[in-house]
């Protein structure tokens, strides 16, 4: 908002991250967003802790966290709640509060009545956030949607305006509160939906002979089907896809609608699958584990970012450490965040550090730099030359051909 204009007043409690960012440092990695900050006018951006300063804004947006709770499967609103009230307290006549967190279907109109009740003259819409990490710079300059929700028409057409102006030709949708809510929660159920699909097709080629990236690059063919996240491997994870089928889950239970989203359920557990395979592949492979060493290649729960949240990678690192294995994890940028999370395991920065004299290698997040290897030259680092490609994206001739023997699940290799 602030590379395109605006003057912009970003708020956190943690003062930690406001003071990394007062020094011109991004306390995350997001291809990009260091460059695109160090180009802003220091007069259009600046950061703050404290809610005051924003008392004067036109539009407040809510870009807060919901994780899921510690005690069930239901979304954390606490945080979201907290920042709300917070800027209820300054929010001025006339000012609207924009929610882009994803929350439970009910969410918005619950906050409406709350804000009718003491601020009748500030608007409240829910504007769903649809953008990727590692492509956030992309999805919110040019998004493939914009979604209002509002009371009325009438309530949405402020943000409708600023939008317009920024991106006049996106498709923009007027909804009221709980189908904007729904758009966001539904696109992420069948975001994993089609990567959960494709993880199922795999466990049944496992069992046939069949090879699921052959049989997903088939289907994905048909346009009506389309090849886009039908990458089988060791499944989604990550703060959003794994959180919200549950969140969702949850609400369906609360609105006696369990049966409607059954199949959710399915997919979750298709999903936590796939990384105990991976795990099966990889003990067949090693036999005992104990004193055998594993390179993984990758942390992150996806390329191009630095968040281990439910990391499949991570996971799968975890368990055959526990198992026995002396686990070596690299990764390009969530080394920090990696060793945070999990600090039992051993990590190093350095690739050819990782590979030497690794018994087997797992390649479980597909940063580009692990596929531009080269597996002739690499092969001299490691004690037996076999991989594990976790994601389906190494080329099996290329490797093969320098003398690897490569594993994947649901791949007739
Ligand atoms: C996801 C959605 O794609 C965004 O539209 C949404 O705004 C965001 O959640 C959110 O709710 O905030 P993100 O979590 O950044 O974005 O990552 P994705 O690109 O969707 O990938 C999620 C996971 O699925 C990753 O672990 C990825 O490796 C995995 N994946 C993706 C597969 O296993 N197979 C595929 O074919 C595609």
């Given at each position: 908002?602030?590379?395109?204009?605006?003057?912009?007043?970003?708020?956190?409690?943690?003062?930690?991250?406001?003071?990394?960012?007062?020094?011109?440092?991004?306390?995350?990695?997001?291809?990009?967003?260091?460059?695109?900050?160090?180009?802003?006018?220091?007069?259009?951006?600046?950061?703050?802790?404290?809610?005051?300063?924003?008392?004067?804004?036109?539009?407040?947006?809510?870009?807060?966290?919901?994780?899921?709770?510690?005690?069930?499967?239901?979304?954390?609103?606490?945080?979201?709640?907290?920042?709300?009230?917070?800027?209820?307290?300054?929010?001025?006549?006339?000012?609207i509060i924009v929610g882009k967190s994803t929350v439970p279907v009910g969410t918005a109109e619950r906050f409406a009545v709350t804000l009718n009740k003491s601020h009748p003259e500030v608007l409240l819409n829910w504007n769903p956030e649809f953008l990727r990490e590692g492509h956030a710079i992309a999805d919110t300059l040019k998004p493939n949607r914009i979604v209002i929700g509002a009371r009325t028409e009438q309530e949405a057409e402020k943000l409708a305006n600023f939008y317009r102006e920024i991106s006049p030709e996106v498709p923009l949708f007027i909804t009221n509160f709980a189908t904007a809510?729904?758009?966001?929660?539904?696109?992420?159920?069948?975001?994993?939906?089609?990567?959960?699909?494709?993880?199922?097709?795999?466990?049944?080629?496992?069992?046939?002979?069949?090879?699921?990236?052959?049989?997903?690059?088939?289907?994905?063919?048909?346009?009506?089907?389309?090849?886009?996240?039908?990458?089988?491997?060791?499944?989604?994870?990550?703060?959003?896809?794994?959180?919200?089928?549950?969140?969702?889950?949850?609400?369906?239970?609360?609105?006696?609608?369990?049966?409607?989203?059954?199949?959710?359920?399915?997919?979750?557990?298709?999903?936590?699958?796939?990384?105990?395979?991976?795990?099966?592949?990889?003990?067949?492979?090693?036999?005992?584990?104990?004193?055998?060493?594993?390179?993984?290649?990758?942390?992150?729960?996806?390329?191009?970012?630095?968040?281990?949240?439910?990391?499949?990678?991570?996971?799968?690192?975890?368990?055959?450490?526990?198992?026995?294995?002396?686990?070596?994890?690299?990764?390009?940028?969530?080394?920090?965040?990696?060793?945070?999370?999990?600090?039992?395991?051993?990590?190093?920065?350095?690739?050819?550090?990782?590979?030497?004299?690794?018994?087997?290698?797992?390649?479980?997040?597909?940063?580009?730099?692990?596929?531009?290897?080269?597996?002739?030259?690499?092969?001299?680092?490691?004690?037996?030359?076999?991989?594990?490609?976790?994601?389906?994206?190494?080329?099996?001739?290329?490797?093969?051909?320098?003398?690897?023997?490569?594993?994947?699940?649901?791949?007739?290799?």
């Amino acid at each position: 908002m602030a590379s395109l204009g605006h003057e912009v007043i970003a708020v956190d409690i943690d003062s930690q991250k406001i003071a990394l960012f007062n020094q011109d440092v991004v306390p995350f990695f997001e291809p990009g967003l260091t460059e695109l900050l160090s180009k802003v006018k220091k007069s259009n951006l600046t950061f703050s802790t404290n809610f005051s300063d924003i008392s004067e804004c036109d539009i407040h947006f809510l870009c807060i966290g919901t994780p899921q709770s510690e005690d069930g499967l239901q979304a954390d609103l606490r945080a979201l709640e907290s920042a709300f009230n917070s800027v209820i307290e300054i929010a001025q006549p006339g000012s609207i509060i924009v929610g882009k967190s994803t929350v439970p279907v009910g969410t918005a109109e619950r906050f409406a009545v709350t804000l009718n009740k003491s601020h009748p003259e500030v608007l409240l819409n829910w504007n769903p956030e649809f953008l990727r990490e590692g492509h956030a710079i992309a999805d919110t300059l040019k998004p493939n949607r914009i979604v209002i929700g509002a009371r009325t028409e009438q309530e949405a057409e402020k943000l409708a305006n600023f939008y317009r102006e920024i991106s006049p030709e996106v498709p923009l949708f007027i909804t009221n509160f709980a189908t904007a809510e729904l758009v966001k929660v539904a696109a992420n159920a069948f975001l994993a939906t089609k990567i959960s699909f494709i993880n199922a097709m795999s466990e049944v080629a496992d069992a046939t002979g069949a090879d699921v990236s052959l049989l997903a690059d088939a289907i994905g063919a048909d346009d009506r089907i389309g090849r886009k996240f039908l990458g089988a491997g060791i499944g989604f994870g990550g703060g959003c896809l794994p959180k919200d089928i549950r969140a969702f889950l949850a609400r369906a239970d609360e609105l006696g609608l369990s049966e409607s989203l059954q199949f959710l359920r399915e997919f979750d557990l298709i999903n936590q699958r796939a990384r105990v395979r991976a795990v099966a592949m990889a003990l067949k492979e090693l036999g005992a584990p104990k004193g055998k060493k594993v390179a993984v290649l990758g942390a992150a729960f996806k390329p191009d970012s630095d968040d281990v949240r439910d990391s499949p990678a991570l996971e799968i690192a975890e368990t055959l450490h526990t198992l026995g294995a002396h686990v070596v994890v690299h990764d390009p940028r969530a080394l920090e965040s990696a060793a945070e999370k999990i600090p039992e395991l051993t990590y190093s920065n350095s690739i050819e550090e990782t590979l030497t004299g690794a018994d087997l290698t797992m390649h479980l997040t597909e940063w580009t730099n692990y596929r531009d290897l080269d597996p002739m030259i690499i092969r001299k680092l490691v004690n037996i030359p076999t991989i594990f490609d976790g994601r389906n994206v190494l080329d099996a001739t290329k490797w093969q051909s320098a003398g690897w023997k490569l594993l994947a699940l649901g791949r007739a290799l």
